[in-house]
């Protein structure tokens, strides 16, 4: 395993919401749905990740299973939630968004934003 060097874990990711002819942007139209105050708060969070990277620690980020991580807010008594995931490009997939309402997320939630990641692999080769 080769070390990482300072330089390259200080550089900036790039963050892309998935798409799909299907779909659009699911977590674009998610983002649209929320108050001011909480799409604000994601946005940051979003500036976040850019910035750090694979370091946001919790309680911004947290890992879900295998490749896939949530970002993490809360306004009020919403608990949001965009699940995401590394991509070999140094860039940052934003998968599925949602308001979470039980102590744990969702599996249907996790399939899906994994069905998402997948056919985003496939496609982008």
């Not at 590394?86 to 899906?112: E, M, N, Q």
């Amino acid at each position: 395993m080769t070390p990482v060097g300072k330089d390259e874990r200080s550089a900036r990711w790039t963050v892309e919401f998935y798409e799909s002819a299907a779909e659009g942007s699911p977590v674009e139209t998610f983002l649209e749905s929320l108050s001011f105050p909480a799409q604000v708060k994601v946005f940051n969070l979003i500036r976040l990740l850019e910035e750090h990277g694979v370091s946001l620690p919790f309680p911004y980020s947290s890992q879900i299973t295998g490749r896939l991580r949530e970002l993490r807010t809360q306004l009020g008594k919403a608990h949001v939630r965009i699940l995401y995931c590394a991509t070999p490009r140094r860039t940052f997939l934003l998968l599925h968004g949602f308001v979470k309402r039980a102590p744990r997320t969702l599996t249907s939630a996790i399939d899906l934003a994994n069905r998402r990641r997948e056919e985003y692999l496939q496609r982008s080769g």
